[in-house]
């Protein structure tokens, strides 16, 4: 573990190119590192469509894009794509590459930019093969503070550092005038602040996604017996389940899917009442903003990749799981088996009731 000078560091790159669940957890990484070493630059790494989110809510100072349609491309494009990134950063000059990404091309580019101090982890997730090498002059454990959750895999380079962890979740508080735009869209909807139930359908693999004949089953329920309103939230390439809920349920719904950028979305999500949803980027973008979250899991555990720092329900099916999706799963990789098929509309339903009611002391005091 170093014991370094809050003046030691004047620019720090953290490698952070996942999805948004990720960026939302490592902000956390930001934050104490920007306490830590107030006269640094935070720089992320990052896919270009979360630049302006990091840089906006003070995550970080600056950032660094790439195209992950490139880095998926051709060799070609994917050489042309790393070779653009190493320049850029390179004339940076960095005092420390924190490596949270901990993926064959993270690896290489922490060694081609090559400063002084260099975070990566010991033991890798993905393990090193006979003619790789880890760049990294510091070693950080897998998990640190003595926690399972993922976010202290992100929060390891603090313990390696030897910095104290002031902040221990997410929060991500809304820009003003985003929030004004949430606040007109449910004026445009006649939906009220707190009032409505925001409910995020998709995932990235089928396998993830609770079923939506089972969403429209517990919306119809809750609301019928909350006299909450109903929005839909997610990306453009989640229409299909978007469409079967619509086209099935009995009560009203707004359909916001494809319609919010990064920044719109988390406002909104500040002003529901609850979040319901898979395990996601939005789940912990809700949790981010302070709304409490019905968080619905399947191999995925609860423990590693639930909702922290809000009141929340993380619901998952018993364990081992008799499979339910055929051919479609595998069962070794979390996001593509399709255990939270087996969740119950009951259990859900009756998650939303506890939380809503262990919340509404403290909703009543923030309004």
């Known amino acids: 573990m170093l014991q370094i000078s809050p003046t030691a560091f004047r620019s720090i790159l953290i490698l952070q190119a996942k999805f948004v669940g990720d960026i939302v957890l490592a902000s956390t990484l930001a934050k104490n590192l920007q306490l830590e070493y107030p006269e640094a630059r935070i720089v992320f790494l990052c896919e270009a469509r979360?630049?302006?989110?990091?840089?906006?809510?003070?995550?970080?100072?600056?950032?660094?894009?790439?195209?992950?349609?490139?880095?998926?491309?051709?060799?070609?494009?994917?050489?042309?794509?790393?070779?653009?990134?190493?320049?850029?950063?390179?004339?940076?000059?960095?005092?420390?590459?924190?490596?949270?990404?901990?993926?064959?091309?993270?690896?290489?580019?922490?060694?081609?930019?090559?400063?002084?101090?260099?975070?990566?982890?010991?033991?890798?997730?993905?393990?090193?093969?006979?003619?790789?090498?880890?760049?990294a002059n510091v070693r950080m454990k897998p998990f640190a503070f003595g926690e399972r959750h993922y976010l202290y895999r992100y929060l390891s380079p603090l313990e390696?550092?030897?910095?104290?962890?002031?902040?221990?979740?997410?929060?991500?508080?809304?820009?003003?005038?985003?929030?004004?735009?949430?606040?007109?869209?449910?004026?445009?909807?006649?939906?009220?602040p707190h009032g409505f139930l925001a409910v995020h359908a998709g995932a990235s693999f089928?396998?993830?996604?609770?079923?939506?004949?089972?969403?429209?089953?517990?919306?119809?329920?809750?609301?019928?017996?909350?006299?909450?309103?109903?929005?839909?939230?997610?990306?453009?390439?989640?229409?299909?389940?978007?469409?079967?809920?619509?086209?099935?349920?009995?009560?009203?719904?707004?359909?916001?899917?494809?319609?919010?950028?990064?920044?719109?979305?988390?406002?909104?999500?500040?002003?529901?009442?609850?979040?319901?949803?898979?395990?996601?980027?939005?789940?912990?973008?809700?949790?981010?903003a302070g709304t409490p979250v019905v968080g619905l899991f399947g191999l995925t555990s609860p423990v590693r990749w639930g909702p922290v720092g809000v009141p929340s329900i993380s619901l998952r099916p018993s364990m081992p799981c008799d499979c339910v999706g055929g051919d479609l799963c595998r069962r070794i990789d979390p996001s593509k088996a399709c255990c939270v098929w087996r969740l119950e509309v009951d259990a859900v339903v009756e998650a939303v009731r506890e939380l809503l009611a262990r919340t509404e002391v403290a909703l009543e005091q923030a309004v």
Do not use: C
């Not at 600056?62 to 950063?89: D, N, S, Y």
């Not at 719904?253 to 002003?271: I, P, Y």
């Open 206 to 288: 089928p396998g993830r996604r609770w079923q939506p004949e089972r969403f429209t089953a517990a919306i119809d329920r809750i609301s019928a017996e909350t006299g909450l309103d109903v929005v839909l939230v997610g990306g453009p390439e989640e229409s299909e389940a978007t469409d079967r809920i619509m086209a099935a349920a009995k009560t009203p719904v707004v359909n916001l899917v494809g319609a919010l950028s990064l920044e719109t979305l988390l406002a909104l999500l500040k002003e529901a009442r609850l979040f319901v949803g898979n395990e996601s980027g939005p789940m912990h973008m809700a949790a981010a």
């Open 50 to 135: 979360f630049g302006g989110f990091l840089t906006e809510h003070g995550i970080a100072s600056e950032v660094v894009t790439f195209r992950r349609a490139m880095m998926r491309g051709t060799p070609l494009q994917r050489g042309r794509e790393l070779l653009q990134m190493v320049r850029e950063l390179r004339q940076q000059r960095f005092d420390m590459i924190i490596d949270i990404t901990d993926s064959k091309t993270s690896r290489i580019l922490s060694g081609l930019i090559d400063a002084p101090i260099r975070l990566g982890y010991h033991p890798t997730e993905r393990p090193m093969r006979w003619y790789e090498r880890q760049p």
């Open 160 to 192: 390696a550092l030897g910095v104290n962890l002031r902040v221990r979740a997410p929060a991500i508080r809304p820009l003003p005038f985003e929030t004004s735009r949430a606040l007109a869209l449910l004026g445009k909807y006649r939906l009220r």
